[in-house]
């Protein structure tokens, strides 16, 4: 089984800044791609972030494009969300996810197959 966790979640201003944390554990060996999600109060959760284990290639949602980093240590089995110059928009409950399976889409919740409990985000204006 693979277990994920995310940490860092907390309370900020507009302008701020939060790094995201999230360890995988269990079957690493099979993670093949790691993502970011975040879900506001009645809103779907929609894609922020991704990254492959395999070239580190990146992937962002055009909302936080330019302002968001995600990073990752294979080492660790660990990925980091670095989230710059946030905005109340982007208050929401942040997931991890990994998807231990061959895919086409680093954007669509269905490549991933373990999920984090989610942590909370909130940006004052």
């Known amino acids: 089984h693979v277990h994920v966790v995310e940490s860092g979640g907390g309370f900020v201003q507009a302008g701020g800044s939060l790094r995201l944390s999230c360890a995988v554990s269990?079957?690493?060996?099979?993670?093949?791609?790691m993502g970011w999600f975040r879900q506001a109060p009645g809103k779907e959760r929609d894609f922020v972030a991704a990254i492959t284990w395999s070239a580190f290639s990146t992937y962002y949602s055009d909302s936080v494009k330019g302002r968001f980093t995600i990073s990752g240590d294979n080492a660790k089995n660990t990925v980091y969300l670095q989230m710059n110059s946030l905005k109340p928009e982007d208050t929401a409950v942040y997931y991890c996810a990994t998807g231990i399976r061959r895919f086409s889409q680093q954007r669509s919740r269905s490549t991933y197959d373990y999920w984090g409990q989610g942590t909370q985000v909130t940006v004052s204006s």
């Open positions: 269990g079957r690493t060996f099979s993670s093949l791609i």
